[in-house]
């Protein structure tokens, strides 16, 4: 397990990995609009753009959007986070794809990310004043990794790893 900057897309896709455990240096006003800028140019339906991203750097603020997760730590640790809020009538799809390629391009940065759900929509709107129809699921969570205390929280959970291929595909037909 590293955490160094991947040395090329392939590896970039299959090296990405959640970091929790964040520098306190913030991140850079370059590398936070790299990422946006990753996100912005994230294909969607219909190419409809379906979002916005709403970052969130106020530590106040982002305590309480920790507050409407269930395993929300790494947003009270992060020195910034994203939320993608879906618009009206967009795909919760497509807010996968723009979280995916936020994360990625962070990490080809060395920026570390964290994705976590906001399981109470209810207080991420309230807390994100959003407009009625506007979904914050998601928070995404970014800062440079403490290596140390990332593989110490590692160590501790027994969680890692994918399953094998052979057990993933399958051709033609389910059966
Ligand atoms: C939809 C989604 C929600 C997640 N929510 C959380 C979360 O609330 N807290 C957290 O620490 N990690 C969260 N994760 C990170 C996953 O636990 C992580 O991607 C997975 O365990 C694989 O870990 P790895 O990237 O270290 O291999 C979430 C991931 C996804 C895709």
Known sequence: MSFEIPSDPYNAVLGLRVVRKYL???VSAEDAAAILEA??????AKNRQDWMFLVVDDPDQQGRLADCGQFSQPLR???LAVVPVRLPDGYEFDIGRVS???????????VG?????LHDEACAAEVLSLPA?????????FGYPDIEAEAAGRASRSMSGRKPIDELVIRNRWA
């Open 24 to 26: 306190a240096e913030p």
């Open 39 to 44: 996100g912005r140019w994230t294909g969607s």
């Open 77 to 79: 640790d992060a020195r």
């Open 100 to 110: 995916q390629n936020m994360m990625l391009a962070a990490s080809t940065r060395g």
């Open 113 to 117: 990310s964290c994705p976590v759900t």
């Open 133 to 141: 129809g506007h979904q914050a699921r998601y928070a995404l969570c």
